[in-house]
C-alpha cells in the first residue's frame, strides 16, 4: 500500500493510488541506489515514474521491502493465463533450471493459505480439478 503521505499528496493531486504506488516503487529503486533523501524529497514534488528508473534486480524491486523468499501461486492462476502467456513462463523456468546449479535444492513444499494476520484460511483453489478450473478474466475498463 503506497504510503499515507504520498497518498494524501496523490488525492489532493487527482493522482490515481496505482501512480501513486508507482511513483513509490521507482523512489525506492533510486534510494537503492544511494540517492540522498534530500534528493528524493525534491523528486517526490516532481514526476517520477518507474520507467525513469533501470532496476538491475527487477526480481528484487517486486518483492519490494518483504522478508519473503518465496513466490508461490496458485496452479489455476497459471492455467487461467492464455496459452503464449503459459509456453512464456514455462520457457522461462526451464531457462532457469537449465541455466542455475540446483543440486541439493528442495524441490517439495507445503503452502498453507494464511489471512493477514497469519491465521490458516480456506484455500479456493486448492482442488485444481484436474486442470480444468478458470478463474474469469477482468472486464477490460470502458473508456
Known amino acids: 500500500m503506497c504510503s499515507a503521505i504520498f497518498l494524501n ?19 525506492y529503486l533510486l534510494r537503492r541506489r544511494g540517492v540522498p533523501h534530500r534528493v528524493l524529497a525534491k523528486k517526490a514534488n516532481s514526476s517520477i515514474s518507474p520507467d ?6 527487477p526480481i528484487h524491486a517486486w518483492f519490494e521491502l518483504s522478508y519473503s523468499s518465496y513466490f508461490a501461486v496458485q496452479r489455476t492462476v497459471l492455467q487461467s493465463m492464455p496459452t503464449d502467456w503459459q509456453r ?5 523456468l526451464e531457462a532457469a533450471a537449465r541455466t542455475l546449479d540446483l543440486t541439493g535444492v528442495p524441490t517439495n513444499f ?3 493459505a494464511v489471512d493477514e494476520g497469519g491465521k490458516f484460511i480456506r484455500d479456493p483453489f486448492k482442488d485444481y480439478e484436474r486442470g480444468r478450473r478458470r478463474i474469469p478474466r477482468k472486464e477490460p475498463p470502458r473508456g
Open 9 to 27: 499528496h496523490a488525492r489532493a493531486s487527482g493522482v490515481t493510488e496505482e501512480r501513486c504506488l508507482d511513483t513509490v516503487r521507482a523512489m
Open 52 to 57: 525513469d528508473v533501470h532496476d538491475p534486480e
Open 88 to 92: 512464456l513462463f514455462v520457457e522461462l
Open 110 to 112: 507445503r503452502v498453507w
